[in-house]
């Protein structure tokens, strides 16, 4: 059975190969990613092929204590990959 780590980085994987497939996946990709521009390509994927309708994404203490929102009971979270360390990690975030 494929660890949680695993699962992500395959749907990364089948995100990236299917947004040159159709223009019209591109423009979907790109109408996200213009709006989560300050976000690296890696997690700009991650959102795009978890919630392509978010508009901002943060860790949950962000959103409660700099923000002053919170995150709705029941709400999921999306999953971005961390590979900037010595091993590759899943964080979870919030929209």
């Known amino acids: 059975m494929p660890s949680k780590t695993e ?4 749907l990364a994987q ?8 159709y223009w019209e996946s591109w423009t979907d ?9 300050k976000y690296p390509f ?3 994927l991650m959102i795009y092929a978890q919630r ?3 508009t901002a994404c943060a860790e949950y203490d ?4 700099k923000m002053g929102r919170y ?12 590979d900037s360390g010595d091993k590759i ?7």
């Open 14 to 21: 089948r995100t990236a190969n299917g947004l040159t497939r």
């Open 42 to 44: 890696a997690d700009q």
């Open 7 to 10: 699962e992500y980085l395959a």
């Open 71 to 82: 995150v709705r009971r029941g709400s999921k979270g999306i999953a971005l990959v961390d």
């Open 52 to 54: 392509p309708d978010a």
């Open 89 to 95: 990690v899943v964080k979870e975030e919030y929209r």
């Open 62 to 65: 962000l959103w409660n204590e």
């Open 29 to 37: 990709y790109l109408t996200t990613a213009s709006r989560l521009y």
